[in-house]
């Protein structure tokens, strides 16, 4: 039996005790939620981790995507990665990779962390039609499964499928004509094996047999957006939507068979876009808990679209979103590197601790208090320890010719230090 | 007769025509905001750049911040810094330099740069009381009043005076007992000469002397915000609102004596308040232009406050806010070195983007456009031209193994390309 349920049964497990009291929520009233489908939690019943959560009335958590390709084979870096990862703070990893034993380097990753795993089994598809010099318009639905079914033997706490890529929505897609086309890797594959093959997809056509595997191991399901925006100028279109319409209707499903599932969503979004689009899933999806990519606000940040990711992601996040997948200064332009994993988890911290703040979490709150009176005190080892890079925040006062640092306050106003001066005339 | 008054006499100067041409307006409804003080014009009247043009229906502008200090004197680094902020885009610099030859300073920065140049005159006057052996509390209205002339006399083009502080705000900043303090460095002096000599400043008291010596050049006043808050929890206090509120009476006042005027703002402010704060400020300052500092929405982000910053800035700029002051990385430990310039500009940049766009300025649309067909067409000229940073968006790509690079698609996604495979599809 899924913990979902369970809860739907009634029962308060010590998993939902937990979680409930690090959310700082009542535990029965977090059993309702998880019944409902409203928080989700992430946990392979095989893997004996902290569970990731995600949903209504939690605090916002924060997805880093690592993995190899065939320009970077080289495990021990990802490896590396998964430790910059935990180090800064994410709360759960999504290994694609495309290249090399990934059975291998999926077993490798969950050795080395204790955070949620997730994956996109279409890579692993793709790359096992290659082995057997097919192409992945040519698998069928038992290849497909058997992949599927593989991840959540080995331990995979989530999957992102792209389970709402139909007939009706490709054809919605070709209608739209957008600017920017797709940009869902996953997700292409399903459209082209859907034009190709000229039937529904085994994902779609056949969610419920998905359904039961993903029950056996209580692995919850991302619904992959595969027509999520890929330019500003494409966002909220009919394609998007229809695709979110069909998510929604397979939360449902997914909630009836006691698995718990959470919907992905864009992508590229202009701002002034954003609070709609967050509504318009919690409402189509039944306040699903929320999983965004970025979003960026800007199609023009290369280089830095960590920085537009945390922009939308802020925004996204005080608007209801639960879970932001990070982006990094490599984004659009090769796989990141160790400091474009460490940029990106950090920008994605502070678009959540933003949003919480904003939201009125109580932890969120009283880590900017603490660090204000921190501040006003000028006790620097303890603002070192609240920022959310202690190293870099050290580094640079550190930097300063030592008179400087002698003083209590920072080199950056010195004698003019407005704290000082203000608490004259409070004296 | 100042700008201000050449347009509420009906006059359509050039430097309107051509502004108005730039922001894509009307040259009579341009002049009529003019006139009005919805937009600023911001250039002294003996340089000749182009100025700076601030408020409704205009693009946001950036501000980047230079200056020496005790511990950072040497001046080269911060003509190079000058540099860099033309080169990435920023529309105007201030000069809060406290540390050398100030005069010298100001002027070989103007001999640099065609951007509308800004002051903090507070920093001088506690300069030449230092030199005089005497405490910036004892200075007298005439020496405050001879820097500030003499600011103008040498081309400044815009002046942050703190005008609002009173003996009345100051009273009221004791009774809300903030967790934070207060934060702006010149504020802090005047609140503490208030304290010092029991009486209002003469920044407030002679307002209208002030005012003279402005229009007689031209200069616009930035009117400082000396109770912004430092801290989230402090945000949009009453000592806050209640300075805001003066300062909306000191842009009426500029206003009728035909000084082009714009009002500072926060700061460090929670992001579910940013919205009323800035529909706040148009309302109590009846639509001046606003300039703010951030806001930054958390106080944790230490080392990386050039995101916080870039998060606040854009909702703020969707919200109406005209004119940005960069965030460094550097903010709250140091000065900032050459990289932090960079990046503080570049964060601003893509706040300020995010914000046109999502408020439908064309140019902004048209950019972002333009970067997608250039992504669709795999035009890498084109996007690294349009991007916030080519230098480092081709750097990134360039950093990949050959084989890599000679794909038409780029390494993040390979064979797996979204752009190419829905191409596929919608053939």
């Known amino acids: 039996?899924?913990?979902?349920?369970?809860?739907?049964?009634?029962?308060?497990?010590?998993?939902?005790?937990?979680?409930?009291?690090?959310?700082?929520?009542?535990?029965?009233?977090?059993?309702?939620?998880?019944?409902?489908?409203?928080?989700?939690?992430?946990?392979?019943?095989?893997?004996?981790?902290?569970?990731?959560?995600?949903?209504?009335?939690?605090?916002?958590?924060?997805?880093?995507?690592?993995?190899?390709?065939?320009?970077?084979?080289?495990?021990?870096?990802?490896?590396?990665?998964?430790?910059?990862?935990?180090?800064?703070?994410?709360?759960?990893?999504?290994?694609?990779?495309?290249?090399?034993?990934?059975a291998a380097i999926r077993k490798k990753i969950m050795d080395t962390t204790s955070l949620a795993l997730g994956t996109v089994p279409l890579y692993e598809m793709a790359f096992r039609a290659q082995e057997k010099k097919k192409s992945v318009l040519d698998l069928t639905a038992d290849e497909?499964?058997?992949?599927?079914?593989?991840?959540?033997?080995?331990?995979?706490?989530?999957?992102?499928?792209?389970?709402?890529?139909?007939?009706?929505?490709?054809?919605?897609?070709?209608?739209?004509?957008?600017?920017?086309?797709?940009?869902?890797?996953?997700?292409?594959?399903?459209?082209?094996?859907?034009?190709?093959?000229?039937?529904?997809?085994p994902l779609y056509a056949q969610y419920d047999r998905l359904l039961d595997i993903l029950a056996k191991y209580d692995v919850a399901i991302s619904l992959g957006d595969a027509f999520r925006p890929g330019a500003t100028s494409d966002a909220t279109d009919r394609a998007q939507i229809e695709e979110l319409s069909i998510l929604g209707e397979l939360v449902d499903r997914a909630r009836k068979r006691g698995v718990g599932s959470f919907v992905e969503g864009p992508?590229?979004?202009?701002?002034?876009?954003?609070?709609?689009?967050?509504q318009i899933q919690k409402r189509l999806c039944r306040n699903a808990p929320f999983y965004v990519l970025g979003p960026l606000t800007t199609d023009t940040s290369l280089g830095h679209d960590h920085i537009s990711g945390a922009i939308g992601g802020a925004l996204a996040g005080m608007a209801g979103v639960d879970f932001l997948c990070y982006v990094t200064p490599a984004e659009h332009l090769r796989l990141?590197?160790?400091?474009?994993?460490?940029?990106?988890?950090?920008?994605?911290?502070?678009?959540?601790?933003?949003?919480?703040?904003a939201k009125g979490v109580p932890a969120a709150i009283e880590r900017?208090?603490?660090?204000?009176?921190?501040?006003?005190?000028?006790?620097?080892?303890t603002i070192y320890k609240l920022s959310v890079d202690p190293e870099k925040a050290r580094a640079y006062r550190e930097s300063l010719p030592p008179?400087?640092?002698?003083?209590?306050?920072?080199?950056?106003?010195?004698?003019?230090?407005?704290?000082?001066?203000?608490?004259?005339?409070?004296?």
């Not at 992508?267 to 954003?274: C, D, E, R, S």
């Not at 474009?340 to 950090?346: A, F, L, P, S």
């Not at 502070?350 to 919480?356: F, H, M, N, P, R």
Request: aromatic share 4%.
């Open 1 to 102: 039996m899924t913990r979902m349920l369970e809860a739907q049964n009634g029962q308060i497990t010590e998993e939902i005790r937990a979680a409930a009291k690090l959310e700082n929520m009542d535990a029965e009233q977090f059993r309702e939620k998880v019944a409902q489908g409203h928080i989700t939690i992430v946990r392979n019943s095989k893997r004996s981790i902290t569970p990731l959560i995600i949903g209504e009335g939690t605090s916002i958590k924060v997805n880093a995507n690592i993995g190899t390709s065939s320009s970077q084979e080289d495990l021990s870096q990802e490896l590396e990665k998964v430790r910059l990862c935990e180090k800064y703070g994410a709360h759960a990893l999504m290994d694609l990779s495309t290249s090399g034993d990934l």
């Open 144 to 201: 497909m499964f058997a992949v599927i079914e593989d991840h959540c033997a080995q331990g995979v706490d989530f999957l992102t499928l792209h389970c709402g890529v139909t007939k009706q929505t490709v054809q919605r897609f070709k209608e739209v004509k957008r600017l920017g086309g797709a940009t869902s890797r996953g997700g292409t594959i399903i459209m082209e094996w859907i034009h190709h093959n000229k039937e529904e997809s």
């Open 267 to 278: 992508g590229h979004v202009p701002l002034n876009q954003i609070v709609t689009n967050i």
């Open 336 to 357: 990141p590197s160790l400091d474009d994993v460490k940029e990106g988890v950090i920008a994605s911290k502070i678009a959540a601790q933003s949003a919480d703040l």
């Open 368 to 381: 900017d208090d603490a660090m204000t009176r921190a501040k006003i005190a000028f006790d620097w080892e």
């Open 403 to 427: 008179s400087m640092k002698a003083e209590e306050c920072c080199s950056m106003c010195g004698e003019f230090c407005a704290v000082k001066r203000s608490n004259e005339v409070l004296k």
